[in-house]
């Protein structure tokens, strides 16, 4: 009998679902539909219980979901459920049954049975709680109403088929949330950047662009992306770079120490850009090592500055907001004077009160700060 259990049809595929789960959020939908099916029930929860009373769903069956005006009441009985309570102190990781944690008599006085589950047309229930990260409380809960009838040994045993594979497949899926957390972060820390970074290989090849280096390849005819690799104008530039490229792959592989990793790209009428090359190493993977890659950190020395940012620091007015921005960018009084039609006694009065909000008591020092206190790119709005 057990062994058949194991080669149970349903049972086998819903395992199988599960793990295809793990790295697609699609066929996680509907996962709690699939484990009710596959035990014979109507219903099916899976939810996290945290500190604080806090508790999140994270599938749970169509008849379970309640209209929104009822979501409050919905959410106290999620926080209040006794079967979660009873199961915690039964055991962790152990299939129990409803009639283990609760008696006919509770049932009866019980708010839980008379509020909650009878809007649910739930009586019965099989089920776990078992430890994820983080010290929250994991619980699958498998539901049926009154007339289909108590849970028996069989349905325990085949749920105990299926417990060990949710657990692993919950934490697997909770690694790589954190793994994909961190990525987002990285990405978001790098598009803030006044530094443009490329990600590439030994060719060359763009594995990704910040938003910075995106701006600097398209405003920059130095730079230029041919067949989805960064080139140089002119050849002798390219390579040179290529030299670096491959010394920061040689570093990566720990065959070279500290070669020359930098290159100025000259631009005609303007400060030249500074590019510095610097070895990413591989990673060690779960099935094999990553290839290793070099970052390429291009910076503009005249790139422009946020003048909101500059005011938001220093509690400038919008004049000397525009006054501090010049500045940064290395502009002399003069040129500043000349660009916005004003006589340069204006200015140096402007940069006069400048130097007492920003603290600084000779002009570079005020150009130093200005240049580095914020960054010289716009956050990039959030994509759909």
């Given at each position: 009998m057990r062994s058949r259990e194991r080669h149970d049809p349903r049972i086998a595929e819903l395992v199988a679902h599960l793990y295809d789960a793990v790295l697609d959020d699609a066929p996680w939908q509907g996962t709690a539909a699939r484990i009710a099916h596959a035990l014979?029930?109507?219903?099916?929860?899976?939810?996290?219980?945290?500190?604080g009373a806090s508790v999140s769903l994270l599938e749970c069956t169509e008849n379970l979901v309640v209209p929104e005006r009822e979501r409050?009441?919905?959410?106290?009985?999620h926080r209040k459920d006794l079967w979660v309570e009873r199961s915690v102190a039964y055991g962790m990781s152990r299939i129990v049954t409803s009639d283990e944690l609760v008696t006919?008599?509770?049932?009866?006085?019980?708010?839980?049975?008379?509020?909650?589950l009878r809007r649910l047309d739930i009586h019965h229930m099989l089920g776990a709680v078992f430890p994820v990260a983080d010290g929250a409380v994991g619980v699958l809960g498998i539901h049926r109403p009154r007339a289909a009838g108590a849970y028996a040994q069989r349905e325990r045993r085949r749920?105990?088929?299926v417990l060990p594979h949710l657990q692993r497949v919950l934490r697997l899926r909770q690694r790589l949330a954190a793994q994909s957390r961190l990525h987002t972060a990285a990405l978001e820390a790098l598009d803030r950047l006044d530094t443009g970074v490329l990600v590439m290989d030994g060719a060359c090849r763009i594995i990704h662009a910040s938003a910075m280096a995106q701006s600097l390849l398209r405003d920059n005819a130095a730079l230029a992306v041919v067949g989805g690799r960064l080139?140089?104008?002119?050849?002798?530039?390219h390579d040179r770079l290529l030299s670096r490229v491959r010394a920061a792959l040689d570093v990566a592989h720990g065959r070279l120490a500290k070669p020359a990793m930098a290159l100025s790209v000259p631009r005609p009428?303007?400060?030249p850009l500074a590019l510095e090359v610097a070895p990413l190493p591989p990673s060690i993977g779960a099935?094999?090592?990553?290839?290793?890659?070099?970052?390429?950190?291009i910076r503009d020395p005249q790139a422009p500055i946020v003048v909101?940012?500059?005011?938001?620091?220093f509690g400038l007015t919008h004049t000397e907001g525009v006054v501090a921005a010049a500045l940064g960018q290395g502009h002399s009084p003069q040129e500043i004077a000349a660009s916005m039609d004003v006589g340069i006694a204006t200015v140096r009065s402007h940069i006069k009160r400048l130097l007492a909000k920003t603290g600084t008591h000779r002009q570079a020092q005020a150009v130093t700060l200005l240049a580095r206190s914020v960054s010289s790119n716009e956050p990039c709005p959030p994509q759909n």
């Open positions: 014979g029930s109507t219903s099916a929860v899976l939810k996290l219980h945290g500190d409050a009441w919905a959410d106290e009985w006919p008599a509770e049932q009866r006085r019980s708010g839980f049975y008379q509020d909650w749920a105990g088929l080139w140089l104008r002119p050849p002798h530039l009428g303007r400060m099935l094999a090592k990553s290839r290793p890659y070099c970052l390429l950190f909101a940012r500059l005011r938001e620091l």
